[in-house]
């Protein structure tokens, strides 16, 4: 199985098992599927270098106390955390983000659906790009000069189109 494959799966029992049917979709399954693509390929759970955990490398007071505070997210962060036996608070949840996919998951399209806009059609690769950029708020392009954030910009297209070519099933 690929690393997109696999991913699929985790991101299919977050949907099934962890998240009411309004945060489900093709959309929101290419989101989740190419933020961590981007952020960590797959591979890693520990941002190397660095503090943010989970494939989708999120920080204790960046991500999570995001999805943990804001209105929009809020009860539904407490209810996954509930079921996945993890305290709603941000260290807590930074630790279990070590192991646990589907509280990351879970957490990932929460933020997601922290933003005012809604999610970007399918194929909007720029749309999906501002929208990554306004929630993860990557460092790597924030504070990379143009040669580095053309390198960054390369690296989410080919993020987004191996995504959406897994959502479509051609992976």
């Known amino acids: 199985m690929t690393a997109l494959q696999i991913a699929s799966g985790i991101i299919e029992l977050t949907f099934q098992h962890l998240l009411p049917a309004k945060f489900h979709g093709d959309q929101a399954r290419v989101m989740l599927l190419a933020i961590p693509q981007q952020e960590s390929g797959w591979e890693y759970r520990q941002q190397i270098g ?33 079921l996945r036996a993890v305290a709603p608070v941000e260290s807590d949840v930074y630790s279990a983000f070590l192991t646990d996919d589907l509280l990351a998951c879970a957490f990932a399209r929460l933020l997601l659906w922290t933003d005012a806009d809604p999610l970007p059609q399918l194929g909007d690769e720029r749309g999906a790009w501002e929208l990554y950029h306004r929630t993860w708020r990557p460092g790597a392009f924030d504070r990379g000069n143009a040669a580095q954030q053309a390198s960054v910009l390369a690296r989410w297209h080919n993020s987004y189109s191996a995504a959406l070519a897994a959502a479509r099933g051609n992976s």
Not at 64 to 80: D, E, T, W
């Open 50 to 82: 660095g503090p943010a955990r989970s494939y989708y490398q999120m920080e204790q007071g960046g991500g999570i106390h995001g999805v943990l505070k804001h209105p929009a997210s809020s009860a539904y962060a407490r209810s996954v955390c509930a």
